[in-house]
């Protein structure tokens, strides 16, 4: 499904990814290899960039400490088009599915 909109929620050991439009929304999910952050975090954050492809704007959230982590992965060369895609950068407890998705529709979608 090719969706204009994302939002991202992760932590160190799993992203919740969904892909939204007007009224269809796909969730993918990544997992981190074990517990924690892998040795190689680049396997884990390209599995997650992976998964944005075709995406007009997007939402990344999470717990401070993986957020920063990915966030800056994603601004220092990693996915420079993607970088320029990314509205929203917000640190927050993991939120049910629902609660995600309400924010952000609000913060992507005018």
Not at 30 to 55: N, Q, S
Request: glycine share 10%.
């Amino acid at each position: 499904m090719s969706s204009p909109h994302a939002a991202v929620w992760l932590n160190a050991d799993e992203a919740h990814i969904f892909r939204f439009g007007a009224g269809e929304v796909e969730k993918c999910d990544v997992k981190a290899g074990g517990h924690g952050l892998p040795r190689d975090a680049g396997a884990y954050f390209e599995a997650i960039l992976a998964e944005l492809t075709e995406v007009e704007g997007w939402m990344l959230a999470g717990p401070t400490g993986p957020l920063k982590d990915f966030e800056e992965y994603v601004r220092v060369g990693h996915a420079e088009q993607l970088a320029r895609k990314l509205v929203v950068v917000e640190a927050m407890d993991q939120p049910r599915d629902g609660e995600l998705l309400r924010h952000a529709r609000k913060r992507l979608v005018s």
